[in-house]
């Protein structure tokens, strides 16, 4: 009897996915859109479109088998740098990536502007690529963006105002 249940455990524990838990998000800012991918570890993949004034609406698609795996291993594989922020030109315009990456062993961070390493821009470009060839369906779930938005967003300067002409 106990050796069944050795066994069986075992075999409960050789069961277990080799994929890792992962809590995964992608910014992309540009002059035409911002949004924000979210990828954990499941089939589904959020989609928050920021790119209006004042709004935030979620979607959601399934991705399929190859793509889950596909986006898991780049995952699993990617290399952060050391450092967090890269951005050389102080123009305000061009293109803005960013990647949060949490898991139970780490949790790494990447902003790119204009410059940064070539692998994640690549890997940026994959994660357009899989959000134009998907149809989305909204959801009024709230995806949690605290951590990356903490990145992207940039703060009002102390004593901003805004100039307006008066009459």
């Not at 035409?32 to 609406?57: A, I, P, W």
């Not at 740098?81 to 949490?102: H, I, Q, R, W, Y």
Request: glycine residues 4%; aromatic residues 14%; proline residues 3%.
């Amino acid at each position: 009897m106990r050796i069944c249940i050795v066994v069986l455990v075992l075999i409960l524990a050789g069961c277990k996915s080799p994929n890792k838990d992962y809590d995964f998000t992608f910014f992309k800012w540009n002059i035409h859109e911002t949004y924000y991918l979210k990828f954990n570890s499941s089939d589904t993949l959020y989609y928050v479109d920021v790119s209006g004034y004042n709004r935030e609406e979620s979607f959601f698609t399934i991705l399929n088998k190859e793509e889950k795996e596909r986006i898991q291993n780049i995952l699993d594989t990617i290399t952060f740098p050391k450092e967090e922020s890269f951005e050389n030109s102080k123009v305000e315009d061009g293109e803005t990536n960013a990647f949060v990456l949490k898991s139970e062993q780490k949790f790494k961070k990447l902003k790119i502007h204009e410059s940064g390493p070539k692998q994640f821009w690549l890997f940026g470009k994959s994660l357009d690529k899989l959000k134009i060839n998907h149809k989305f369906i909204e959801t009024n779930k709230k995806v949690d963006l605290k951590e990356i938005k903490k990145m992207v967003s940039m703060p009002i300067p102390r004593g901003f105002v805004v100039d307006t002409l008066a009459d």
